[in-house]
C-alpha cells in the first residue's frame, strides 16, 4: 500500500504541534481578536452617545430660542367700520392692434426678375407694380401657339366647306375643328403665363417686408413681399367671463392709446368670440379707421375703459381689509376684543373699497393692518374697540 504523504507548513516547527502558528495556541488567537472587537465596538457606543447627547443639547437650545406666541397676551392692529360708500367700479381692457388685412404677395411665374416695383416701408394702392418677371420666352411660346391657331382656323374653315360639298369626309373637318379649340386653348394660357409675370399688389397696404431683389430668381410660391393693410385696424381685447355680456356686435366704443394722450379712436365691435382662452377670457375684436393725424400701427397698444356707477351707497369695506382671493374673500372682525375670520360676498370696487353684499353689517369693526400676526380667536387692541364690545348696527 501507498504511503500518504504529509504536507509540512513553512510555519510548522520541526518535530512540534502543526495546530499552533508562531509557538500561540489557536485558542488565544481567539481571545485576543475578540478583545479587539469589543474594545472598538465599545469606543463607537461611546462616539455614539456623546454625539446624541451633543444632538439632545442643541435642540433644547433651538426650542428655546423659537418665539411662541403669546395667545394671551393682545395684539394691536388697525381697523375701520363697515360704512355706507358711494362706489364707482372702473373697467380697463388693454388689447393690440391688428391690420386688417396682412398677407405675404407671392410670385406667380418662373424667372428673373427685371424690375422692382416697391421698396420696404413704401405704401402701395391697388394694382401697384411690385415686381416684372422674364417673360421673352414665354412671348416666343405665344407666336408659335398664336401661327398655329391660326393654320388650325384656316383649316377648319376650308374643310368644313369641303365637307358641306361632300368633296371630303366629315371626319377632317372634325379634326380641324379640334385641333382650333387645342390650339386656341394654348394660346390663352400662354396669355396667362404673361400676365402673371408681371406681380401687383390686391390691395393698399404698407410694404412691411421685402425678400427679393433686382435679378433674383424666383419661381411660383416663391415670397416678394408682405403686404398689411392699416387702413383699418382691429384691436383685440381678453375680456373675462362676467363682462364678455357687456359687447355686442355693432356696438360703438372710444379707443385710446398711450402713444396720442387725449386722441379718441371711434371703433365697432365685429366679433366676439364664442370661445374662451384656458383663462377664461373672451377675445373681442374692435374696429377702428386709421386716421391720417393720428396715425396707428399694427402692434400699437390700446384700451377701451368705462365706469358703472352704484345709484346708491352700499356698505363698503377697505381694500387692506381683504386678506384672501375675491374668490373666497374673507375678512378679520373684532368682536369682544378677539379677531373673528368671517367670509363675505363682495360686489363692485374701485381703487380704494369693496362693495359687501353679504355677511357683514353696518358699523362692523374690521381689520385693516396687522392681519399677518392674527389667527381666528386671537385677542387684538386697537384704537376703535371701546371696552365692553363694539356698536354694530345690525341690517334691517
Keep these: ?39 472598538f465596538s465599545a469606543l463607537a457606543l461611546i462616539g455614539l452617545s456623546a454625539s446624541v447627547w451633543v444632538l439632545l443639547g442643541n435642540q433644547k437650545i433651538v426650542q428655546n430660542k423659537v418665539y411662541r406666541h403669546n395667545t394671551a397676551q393682545a395684539v394691536f392692529v388697525k381697523t375701520a367700520k363697515v360704512e355706507l360708500q358711494e362706489i364707482s367700479q372702473g373697467n380697463r381692457f388693454l388689447g393690440v392692434f391688428e391690420p386688417n388685412r396682412e398677407i405675404n404677395v407671392l410670385a406667380e411665374a418662373n424667372g428673373k426678375v427685371l424690375t422692382v416695383g416697391v421698396q420696404e416701408g413704401d405704401y402701395v394702392g391697388v394694382g401697384t407694380l411690385i415686381a416684372k418677371i422674364d417673360d421673352e420666352m414665354l412671348r416666343y411660346q405665344l407666336m408659335s401657339a398664336e401661327a398655329n391657331l391660326k393654320q388650325s382656323q384656316t383649316d377648319h ?65 416663391t415670397p ?10 382691429k384691436l383685440v381685447i381678453n375680456v373675462p367671463e362676467k363682462d364678455v355680456f357687456k359687447f355686442t356686435k355693432g356696438q360703438s366704443w372710444d379707443i385710446l392709446t398711450d402713444v396720442h394722450m387725449g386722441a379718441k379712436f371711434k371703433g365697432t365691435v365685429v366679433n366676439v368670440g364664442d370661445r374662451a382662452d384656458n383663462a377664461r ?16 400701427k399694427a402692434g400699437m397698444n390700446g384700451y377701451i375703459e368705462w365706469s358703472e356707477d352704484v345709484k346708491s ?53 374690521v381689520v385693516v393692518s396687522g392681519q399677518i400676526n392674527l389667527e381666528n380667536g386671537t385677542n387684538v387692541k386697537s384704537p376703535l374697540t371701546p371696552e365692553g364690545g363694539n356698536n354694530v348696527k345690525k341690517r334691517p
Design 224 to 233: 416678394l413681399i408682405r403686404l398689411t393693410d392699416i387702413g383699418t385696424l
Design 157 to 221: 374653315t376650308t374643310f368644313e366647306g369641303l365637307a358641306q360639298a361632300d368633296a371630303l369626309p366629315r371626319t377632317q373637318a372634325e379634326k380641324a375643328e379640334l385641333a382650333t379649340k387645342i390650339n386656341d386653348s394654348q394660346v390663352k394660357q400662354l396669355q396667362k403665363h404673361i400676365r402673371n409675370t408681371t406681380i401687383a399688389s390686391p390691395f393698399a397696404g404698407v410694404v412691411t417686408a421685402k425678400m427679393f431683389d433686382l435679378g433674383s430668381v424666383v419661381s411660383v410660391g
Design 281 to 296: 377670457n373672451y377675445p373681442i375684436q374692435i374696429q377702428v379707421s386709421n386716421q391720417a393725424q393720428n396715425r396707428l
Design 313 to 365: 351707497k352700499r356698505l363698503a369695506i377697505p381694500r387692506t381689509a381683504l386678506v384672501s382671493t375675491s374668490k373666497q374673500p374673507q375678512v378679520f372682525v373684532v368682536e369682544a376684543g378677539k379677531a373673528v375670520l368671517k367670509n363675505i360676498v363682495l360686489g363692485a370696487s374701485n381703487e380704494t373699497f369693496f362693495e359687501v353684499l353679504q355677511g357683514l353689517d353696518e358699523g362692523t369693526e
Design 1 to 39: 500500500m501507498e504511503k500518504s504523504k504529509r504536507k509540512i507548513s513553512p510555519l510548522t516547527p520541526k518535530g512540534g504541534n502543526s495546530s499552533t502558528v508562531f509557538g500561540v495556541p489557536p485558542n488565544t488567537q481567539i481571545i485576543n481578536q475578540m478583545k479587539k472587537i469589543i474594545f
